[in-house]
């Protein structure tokens, strides 16, 4: 099953808002799901939830302000959270989704490998019958 980019209605849902610019929310998560594709290629079916959540955050903050006053009230967000971006731990689920993330070991030994030795063997020597200290047998 190929990747769907989730819907406006989607992104509304997860940010909880009542009324949301559809075009703006459409384009928004159409560059989201290409960012990720920038990690992952295809992405897999459960990369809705980075692509939500990168597109959710440049949706609620697209100049990334950092504090804000209207009268009484005044929200700080920390520095960088907002614009479209992926984060360490969103490029770390798209990883772990594709199935590529974890230890994981490579034997370069290829199949038809013979183990017998590869070095020349000269046969006309025999075997060895004469130890000398220090020299082993010769």
Do not use: H
Not at 22 to 38: E, Q, S, V, Y
């Amino acid at each position: 099953m190929a990747f769907t980019v989730p819907t406006a209605e989607e992104l509304a849902m997860y940010l909880q808002l009542d009324e949301i610019s559809g075009p703006r929310a459409d384009f928004l998560l159409t560059t989201a799901a290409r960012l990720c594709m920038t990690v992952v290629k295809p992405l897999p079916d459960e990369a809705d939830a980075v692509v939500l959540a990168a597109a959710g955050r440049a949706y609620i903050n697209p100049t990334q302000v950092s504090y804000e006053t209207i009268g009484p009230m005044s929200v700080q967000r920390p520095q960088g959270s907002g614009g479209l971006y992926l984060t360490k731990a969103d490029k770390a689920a798209l990883k772990s989704l594709a199935g590529r993330g974890g230890a994981f070991t490579v034997d370069p030994t290829p199949e038809t490998a013979d183990p017998s030795p590869t070095y020349p063997v000269d046969v006309d020597e025999g075997i060895a019958t004469e130890y000398e200290p220090g020299w082993g047998w010769l």
